[in-house]
């Protein structure tokens, strides 16, 4: 059982998160938000890979005109993200957006604040405080002073009396991305949204994320996630969705153990996985489902045994594997047919 932060709870479109809601998953379109028809095929192919609220980069007067034609022809919540000039969240707001991000290091003057809030407030809407090392400059501390940056602009909303708030802390490394949001969760009881800003190499940067967000989210820390990786949205989804399942967080389908071989496996192991991976993408399961665990090991050393704790499991020797389901063995199956049995059996349970 995890301790969870307590937050207030904000609404973005359908979405809420805080409190005790589940984390929510984020992406960001990676086109040009005035190209509508080009952003509205990748958020549906966002959508259906379990993204579960979308941003998209608001950098001129065509992008912010182009967010009600998107918003139309989208499922999930729509934040958009803006920089240098508050006219554009103003128009963003005005054009049925579910949440602005505002960045501190660069719209900052009181009235600009004051003019995007009133406009916010009236569209019930929330405005993300959204920090990253960049904002800060290239001083020493860069926690330090993201977290005072960050104190310092939500005490500004608040004195125009908005509170439908949510923050984010987001360094270039996983040590002080932990460090700023563990300092911050000490200063309000807003939301956070956890990630790691430009993490470099798609495999180093799924390294980081995991590291900082798996760290805080098991701290109780965080609302909503989103792993930035210069690849793919679809690669981002995923992994947080992985990431989530791995710490009991959110149920999205069968944990699958594996071991990963050695010389003692006698059957083509990767090649079961791949394959039960593959036709797992084709079942349904409902969301509240409880959590499945199944286990498909190599040899007899670890097998069994590992098989047996889970709710399904195969163990393989030579030639066949010994199903397990519940601790108990119950029937030998031929490598060519135990994906066949595990995928009807996963069935019967989601």
């Known amino acids: 059982m995890f301790f969870r932060r307590k937050t207030k709870v904000i609404h973005i479109g359908s979405i809420k998160i805080g409190g005790n809601n589940p984390i929510a998953i984020q992406s960001m379109a990676k086109v040009k938000t005035s190209d509508v028809d080009r952003v509205v095929a990748q958020i549906k192919e966002l959508e259906n890979a379990g993204c579960e609220i979308i941003r998209v980069a608001v950098k001129d007067h065509a992008d912010s005109a182009a967010l009600r034609q998107i918003k139309k022809n989208i499922k999930i919540p729509l934040a958009a993200d803006i920089h240098f000039d508050w006219v554009l969240a103003v128009e963003a707001i005005e054009s049925g957006v579910d949440k602005i991000r505002l960045n501190p290091g660069n719209i900052f003057k009181l009235n600009q604040i004051r003019e995007v809030a009133s406009a916010a407030k009236l569209a019930g809407i929330p405005i993300r405080v959204g920090l990253n090392s960049g904002s800060v400059g290239s001083g020493k501390d860069q926690v330090k002073a993201m977290v005072e940056k960050a104190r310092a602009y939500i005490k500004n909303l608040e004195k125009f009396k908005f509170r439908d708030i949510v923050v984010s802390l987001k360094a270039q490394n996983a040590r002080d991305t932990i460090t700023a949001y563990r300092e911050m969760s000490g200063y309000c009881d807003y939301p956070f949204h956890l990630g790691v800003t430009a993490t470099g190499l798609p495999q180093e940067g799924l390294i980081k994320s995991n590291v900082a967000i798996g760290t805080l989210l098991l701290d109780g820390i965080g609302d909503t996630i989103r792993i930035s990786l210069t690849d793919k949205p679809q690669e981002e989804v995923k992994a947080a969705r992985l990431l989530l399942k791995s710490l009991g967080l959110r149920n999205f389908g069968p944990e699958i153990i594996s071991c990963p071989t050695c010389g003692r496996c006698e059957v083509n192991l990767f090649k079961v996985v791949k394959d039960l991976e593959n036709q797992l993408q ?40 010994l199903l397990f389901k519940k601790g108990r063995p119950i029937v030998k199956v031929s490598i060519d047919r135990c994906v066949e049995v595990l995928i009807k059996e996963i069935k019967r349970i989601a």
């Open 282 to 321: 084709s079942v349904i399961f409902k969301p509240k489902a409880r959590p499945i665990q199944v286990a498909i090991m190599g040899c007899v050393v670890n097998g069994p045994g590992e098989a047996k704790h889970a709710d399904l499991g195969i163990a393989f020797g030579k030639k066949d594997g």
